[in-house]
């Protein structure tokens, strides 16, 4: 029986948006209304993408009417099928870091331009 550990760790390297199920980014929580620590599920707007300087880890900001959220994907560079102005749907747990609310490795679903 694997691990739970590295049956999460499975899913982060093989988490690929066509493998999530496609979700309406209405039914989302709102930002603002997110918890740090929580198990959350927000949509909104991709407004930034680009690699970390610092740490090389490839990020976006995500915005609703409420708020905005970084999410970070440790070890990429990239991810192809995110532009700026795409609509994401990204769960994951929140962390707040230095007053910023973060996404690290979320699972997430690209949804069609309309």
Sequence with gaps: ?????GERFRRWLLAEPERSPRRDATRCTRIADCAP????????TVTHLGVNTGTGWFEAHLTDTTGDVRLVWMGRRTIDCLHEGAT??????????DGELVLYNPEFSVLPDD
């Design 1 to 5: 029986m694997p691990s739970k550990l």
């Design 88 to 97: 994401v749907t990204a769960r994951g747990r929140l962390a707040r870091i």
């Design 37 to 44: 620590r929580s198990r959350v599920e927000v949509g909104g």
